[in-house]
């Protein structure tokens, strides 16, 4: 029973229009929300977080928001550059225990 | 620069040799924990630590063990490797506070048990 799930496997999108991406969750609990990008071959770079006291959070092109009462997040990111096509995670944090989705592959397109 | 390292980068073995991935951070970070990458399955949590001689289970600690005597170090350790253990493995070390989450992730170990 997956507790975080992405469920667009993929998503394109044209440069410079905003990229959204989604994620939901069930447990209540979680007191964190992360989300990563990751490339082939390397390890996944933390983008944002955001507590789950907190319904939105923002990092330059990057606005992670949180809907607890849905329990549903999503990651914007304005404008969209061809860089960031890559894999995107969410993940949920309860007490140090994190538990990924299993990722949305982002496809930007020039 | 602060960073997280894992060695091996790459690794192949056989079944029921024993062998340790070290994993080390420079950012004086609390919070350390282990993940494996498997195709379709995405990222699963092995075992985490929140500190020194502070660890605990994961999503999927079968097979594995971890020991934390310094906060610099967290290696992960296969006592008797099987094939189903064939996977890519990454280190991770955070900074936890009130309000405050941030995780950065090593290179990954990719390990192959034949």
């Known amino acids: 029973d997956q507790q975080v799930k992405q469920n667009s496997p993929s998503l394109s999108v044209q440069e410079g229009r905003i990229s959204i991406l989604n994620c939901d969750y069930t447990n209540s609990m979680f007191d964190y929300f992360l989300w990563y990008k990751k490339y082939p071959a390397e390890g996944p770079t933390f983008l944002i977080s955001i507590s789950s006291i907190k319904d939105k959070n923002e990092d330059g092109r990057f606005t992670v928001f949180l809907n607890k009462s849905a329990k549903h997040l999503s990651l914007h990111i304005v404008p969209s550059q061809p860089g960031d096509s890559a894999v995107y995670f969410c993940a949920a944090d309860l007490a140090g225990a994190l538990v990924f989705g299993k990722g949305t592959r982002l496809s930007v397109i020039a | 620069e602060a960073q997280v390292t894992q060695n091996p980068r790459y690794l192949i073995t056989v079944t029921g040799k024993k062998l340790t991935v070290t994993c080390s951070q420079n950012?004086?970070?609390?919070?350390m924990s282990w993940y494996r990458q498997d195709p379709g399955l995405g990222l699963r949590q092995i075992y985490y630590?929140?500190?020194?001689?502070?660890?605990d289970k994961g999503d999927v600690p079968e097979g594995y063990k971890v020991s934390r005597k310094e906060k610099r170090n967290f290696p992960l350790i296969l006592e008797s490797p099987s094939p189903n253990q064939t996977s890519l493995y990454f280190c991770?070390?955070?900074?936890?506070?009130?309000?405050?989450?941030?995780?950065?992730f090593g290179p990954g170990t990719r390990l192959t048990v034949t």
């Open positions: 950012m004086n970070h609390e919070y």
């Open positions: 991770a070390s955070s900074l936890i506070r009130t309000g405050l989450y941030e995780q950065y």
């Open positions: 630590s929140m500190n020194v001689e502070v660890t």
